[in-house]
């Protein structure tokens, strides 16, 4: 199956700083990416979605300036956390589709990333 | 809104035991429906999914789920336990009300499989 790629696996920043986290989708063409949130013992909660090209549609309630998404090219997504702060803390995952050839087109999910503000 | 109740955050089997986790899902529309698993601090894995064709639908790892229009629900199955299933799962749905581009997860069942 088609692999999505996450980086870092985990990553571990002082409050006030930004991180970036890298998407990749590894053999194929992502026309959409998402942006998940998963705290600890919960289900995931989508962040925003991308399509390739255009500005990211962000969910209610999640602060765009905040989390800047970066969908540049068919294969890289990227999530920057900006002035993280400790409730940034939680596990980011991303997840890629094709979607040519339209049809219900599974969606890939990468590894995760264990984000960790001090 | 579109949306998928799991019931039951933690359900506990023995090894050789049926696995059954349940989903309902509300729409008035049949959406595609989907489980995946997750591992510990590890990405989801898709473990099957219904696109209206097949109510039963067979996955990876001997899970089977079927779609039951009548009951709105999509429980997930496995005839016998294997120690290797404790895991996370989740069940999602897409489509639908809620259109076709946003995956909507339930919250989620933790497999508990015992010796």
């Known amino acids: 199956g088609a692999v999505v790629s996450q980086h870092p696996s985990r990553v571990i920043c002082k409050s006030g700083t930004s991180v970036k986290i890298e998407c990749r989708s590894l053999?194929?063409?992502?026309?959409?990416m998402f942006w998940y949130r998963q705290f600890p013992k919960q289900s995931l909660m989508l962040m925003a979605t991308s399509n390739e090209g255009s500005k990211a549609t962000y969910e209610q309630g999640v602060e765009k300036d905040k989390f800047l998404i970066n969908h540049a090219s068919l294969t890289l997504s990227t999530l920057t956390v900006t002035s993280a702060h400790p409730e940034d803390s939680s596990f980011y995952i991303c997840?890629?589709?094709?979607?040519?050839?339209?049809?219900?087109?599974?969606?890939?999910f990468g590894p995760g990333t264990r984000l960790t503000v001090t | 809104a579109q949306s998928v109740t799991q019931l039951g955050s933690h359900v506990s089997v023995s090894e050789g035991a049926l696995v059954l986790l349940r989903c309902n899902y509300s729409s008035s529309v049949p959406p595609y429906l989907f489980w995946y698993v997750q591992y510990p601090n590890q990405g989801l894995q898709l473990l099957l999914k219904?696109?209206?064709?097949?109510?039963l639908v067979k996955g990876i790892n001997g899970f089977e789920a079927e779609f039951k229009k009548s009951e709105t629900s999509f429980h997930l199955t496995k005839p016998s336990a294997h120690m290797s299933d404790a895991a996370e799962y989740f069940c999602?749905?897409?489509?639908?009300?809620?259109?076709?581009?946003?995956?909507?997860f339930g919250t989620g069942t933790r497999l508990l499989v015992s010796p």
């Open positions: 997840s890629a589709r094709d979607n040519v050839g339209g049809g219900i087109r599974e969606q890939y």
């Open positions: 219904y696109t209206s064709a097949a109510t």
């Open positions: 999602a749905v897409r489509g639908g009300n809620t259109g076709f581009q946003k995956l909507v």
């Open positions: 053999d194929f063409q992502a026309t959409t």
